[in-house]
Each structure stands twice: as C-alpha cells, then as structure tokens.
C-alpha cells in the first residue's frame, strides 16, 4: 500500500519546491522509486526533478476526444484510449516517475479524464511505496477525488498574516469537502529571520495539525530557480533540504 503525501496551499508558496525536496529525501532515504503527481495546471513540477513532462493528461484528454470516432471503428473503446494515452503521459526517471495533469486544451467538462486518471492512479500506485501530489492552489484536485485518502496532507503558507489565515480556511475546505486524510502538517515557507510567526502556536491549535516546521528563505535554492536547475542538485548540507528531510521521516 502506498503513503499519499499531498501538497497544497495559497499559490506562490513554493509548494512545488516542498514537493521535490520531499521527493529528493525520500529518494535519499532509500523510499524509491516514487510516484510524482504534478496535478497543478502551471505543471512546474518537472523543472523542479529535472525532468520535462511533454505530455499531459490534458492534452491526453483533447487527443482522445479527436481520435476517438476512428478508434471507436477499430474496436477500441473511449477509455482505453485515454487509459493508454495517460500511460503514454509517464514520465519515467531513474528513482521516479512522474504524470502531469496539465490544462484541458479544449471546450467541455473535465471531470471524465479526471475519472479515469483517478483510475489509472489508484492501478499503479501501487507499484510505488511513495506518492507526491503537488496540488494547484487550494484543494481543487483533492476535491476531486483524484486520490481517495491522503496520509499526510502538507499544508504550505509563507509568514504573512493573510498567508496564515488561508491555511485557516484550507483545514475548513477540507473538512467541508470531505477530504480524508491522516496527518496535516503545516508548513510556513521562506521566513526571513528563520523564526516562526508569533500566532502559529494558535493556528496549529485551530486546524488540529500535528505541527508546524519552518523553512528559511535560502539564496542558494533561489538561484537553482533562476537558472532553472534541478532541486534534486542541492547539496545535502542545504538548511533546507535538512528540514524537509524532517517531514520526509514521517512516513
């Protein structure tokens, strides 16, 4: 069975930059290979690994809905299309694999690729002792139930007040939603000082998280940003990388 480490929050958080690091440990720790869902439409999430996802379930979706009169000729059903040319979507790397969700490329409702990429996740994730989700902002893709439970859900804000007060109102979505999950854990990314907010220890309290782990503002990851390079490529001393490894633990 696999451990489900989603990851969410306000957008421009740097939850993408959460979720390879997270990746990065739990390849360190000998948790591979690692199943890496980049389920935001901005997709990022492979110029973080390294990696480039030139297709995605989105343009999976528009490819069947073009093909699929002639392949429907053939024998082939609509959903094996789109189950195969999700397969397609694969990104293999050496100790992970990673699909993208992407934009629906066209007109008309999502919410069948949404089902049957649900489908396809819950076939192979198995295969893979650990799965990463990074989400778009807010809870969209846990609302659809892409995944049916999560492990640990990874909250992530920076130290602003507004910042603290969405992750408020995320704990709230979530329970509102429905949303299964085990753990939460926040996250208070890029703090300047290193120091955590002076309210956290009441916004712990109020979204019944486990606990909270700061991350400092850090030149180094700042410049792989810019020069787009891998997070993989960090150096294991990076205060960072030290306490995501933290969180990469937990499980």
């Known amino acids: 069975m696999s451990y489900l480490i989603a990851v969410t929050g306000k957008g421009g958080v740097?939850?993408?930059?959460?979720s390879a690091l997270l990746i990065r440990q739990l390849?360190?720790?000998?948790?591979?290979?690692?199943?890496?869902i980049d389920a935001d439409p901005n997709s990022c999430l492979d110029a973080a690994l390294g990696v480039t996802a030139e297709r995605t379930v989105g343009r999976a979706r528009e490819e069947v809905r073009e093909n699929a009169p002639d392949s429907m000729?053939?024998?082939?059903?609509?959903?094996?299309?789109?189950q195969y040319k999700i397969a397609e979507s694969l990104v293999e790397a050496e100790n992970f694999d990673l699909i993208a969700m992407g934009r629906p490329e066209g007109a008309g409702c999502y919410c069948y690729a949404n089902n049957v990429l649900k489908s396809v996740i819950n076939e192979i994730a198995n295969e893979y002792p650990y799965v990463v989700l990074d989400n778009e902002a807010g809870l969209e893709n846990l609302s659809r139930r892409i995944v049916s439970g999560v492990d640990l859900l990874i909250m992530v804000s920076d130290a602003s007040n507004a910042g603290l007060r969405t992750l408020v109102r995320l704990q709230e979505l979530a329970v509102e939603m429905g949303t299964e999950y085990k753990e939460l854990l926040l996250v208070v990314n890029k703090l300047k000082n290193?120091?955590?907010?002076?309210?956290?220890?009441?916004?712990?309290?109020?979204t019944g998280a486990s606990g909270v782990v700061g991350l400092p503002?850090?030149?180094?990851?700042?410049g792989f940003a810019e020069q787009g390079r891998s997070l993989l490529e960090l150096p294991d001393d990076n205060p960072v990388v030290a306490l995501v490894d933290e969180i990469a633990r937990r499980g």
Request: net charge negative; charged share 35%.
């Open 73 to 82: 000729k053939s024998g082939v059903s609509k959903q094996d299309l789109l």
């Open 14 to 18: 740097g939850k993408t930059s959460v």
């Open 27 to 36: 390849i360190k720790n000998g948790r591979e290979p690692v199943l890496a």
């Open 217 to 222: 503002e850090d030149e180094v990851m700042a």
């Open 194 to 206: 290193g120091k955590l907010p002076d309210n956290i220890d009441d916004i712990v309290k109020t």
